[in-house]
């Protein structure tokens, strides 16, 4: 079985700190990785996925994610936070074997940015 | 660029009616994907297709059907609803020959509230 888990409820830093949201990880198979955010009463958006290749992957807004198979982890960093990216975040997994092609999600991480 | 469409954005039903979500993915997307996700709660997954087919099944309860019609479009029925059905409902899509490397896009949801 797939799972992802993210050990912390919130994450509250000031702006212009640097922001970690934590996932690890646990699959059977290859692991195939992606960070959403959601702001309040909207959709689930795409920031970045690891597929293979370079640990260190950049995505949108600035966001990063550093790939650590020893430690099964997938933290999401970004090196200096905004107010604006006080959210809710979700780390998920689909995996290529058995085809488990849907998203496996962990529990959220609410983001708190004070100014 | 043209994101997926779900409708109605707002849904409130009493206990026992029926309710039907749609949900439009985007044009090409061949997957569709259903979430529920409760107040403070992860994305859950209900249920997918792919082609018109089922492809996977999550946590649907049986009084949820689900369907994808020729256009793509797919159609979430819900009957004999309960209170606790109140629930942000998603639809992603995604296009099924980059699975699982592509990620899914989300619609904005239909948030159902039984009362």
């Known amino acids: 079985a797939q799972s992802v888990a993210q050990p912390e409820d919130q994450v509250n830093v000031a702006e212009g700190n640097p922001l970690t949201v934590k996932c690890t990880y646990s699959?059977?198979?290859?692991?195939?990785l992606f960070w959403y955010v959601q702001y309040p009463n909207r959709g689930l958006q795409f920031l970045l996925k690891?597929?293979?290749?370079?640990?260190l992957v950049k995505g949108s807004y600035g966001f990063e994610a550093e790939f650590n198979k020893s430690q099964t982890s997938f933290h999401l960093k970004k090196p200096s936070a905004l107010v604006s990216d006080s959210a809710l975040y979700f780390c998920?997994?689909?995996?290529?074997?058995?085809?488990?092609?849907?998203?496996?999600f962990g529990a959220g991480t609410t983001v708190t940015v004070r100014a | 660029a043209a994101g997926v469409i779900q409708s109605p954005r707002h849904l409130i039903k009493e206990k026992r009616e029926t309710a039907t979500l749609k949900c439009y993915p985007i044009p090409r997307h061949d997957t569709v994907y259903w979430y529920q996700q409760g107040p403070g709660q992860d994305p859950q997954f209900l249920i997918s297709?792919?082609?018109?087919?089922?492809?996977d099944k999550g946590s649907i309860p049986d009084r949820f059907s689900a369907q994808q019609f020729s256009d793509y479009h797919s159609e979430l029925n819900m009957s004999s609803l309960e209170l606790g059905d109140s629930a942000l409902y998603f639809c992603a899509s995604s296009l099924t020959t980059l699975t699982p490397r592509s990620p899914l896009h989300f619609g904005n949801g239909t948030r159902l509230t039984v009362t």
């Open positions: 690891y597929i293979t290749g370079d640990n």
């Open positions: 699959v059977s198979g290859n692991p195939y």
């Open positions: 998920a997994v689909r995996v290529s074997f058995p085809n488990d092609y849907k998203l496996s």
């Open positions: 297709f792919y082609e018109k087919m089922q492809s």
